[in-house]
């Protein structure tokens, strides 16, 4: 059985950091892709960043510069950097897995962007 668990949300000021962690489980997890999207309130869920088995990485543009996504194979682990925050980062954020014809997701974690 995969599951994820995501921690590291929370409520921040804008300019502040957070780290987003997802710790899998169930998957090899050194072969998937592994990936961060976010959803706001209505609107689609859209990539915030993503990073390969071979640790090339992807960045939507809205958080190109200021997020890092990064995966420690050893503790089946992907993070997610996030620096000089904005209310418009505000979502759920959900931590994913790809490969093998399959996507796999978390449950979610909140990260609010308010003054």
């Known amino acids: 059985q995969v599951q994820f668990v995501e921690s590291g949300g929370g409520l921040v000021q804008p300019g502040g950091s957070l780290r987003l962690s997802c710790a899998a489980s169930?998957?090899?997890?050194?072969?998937?892709?592994m990936g961060w999207y976010r959803q706001a309130p209505g609107k689609q869920r859209e990539l915030v960043a993503a990073?390969?088995?071979?640790?090339?990485?992807n960045y939507g543009d809205s958080v190109k510069g200021r997020f890092t996504i990064s995966r420690d194979n050893a503790k089946k682990t992907v993070y997610l950097q996030m620096n000089k925050l904005e209310p418009e980062d505000t979502a759920v954020y959900y931590c994913?897995?790809?490969?093998?014809?399959?996507?796999?997701w978390g449950q979610g974690t909140q990260v609010t962007v308010s003054s």
């Open positions: 994913s897995a790809g490969g093998y014809g399959r996507t796999y």
């Open positions: 169930g998957i090899t997890f050194s072969f998937y892709a």
């Open positions: 990073i390969t088995s071979g640790d090339r990485t």
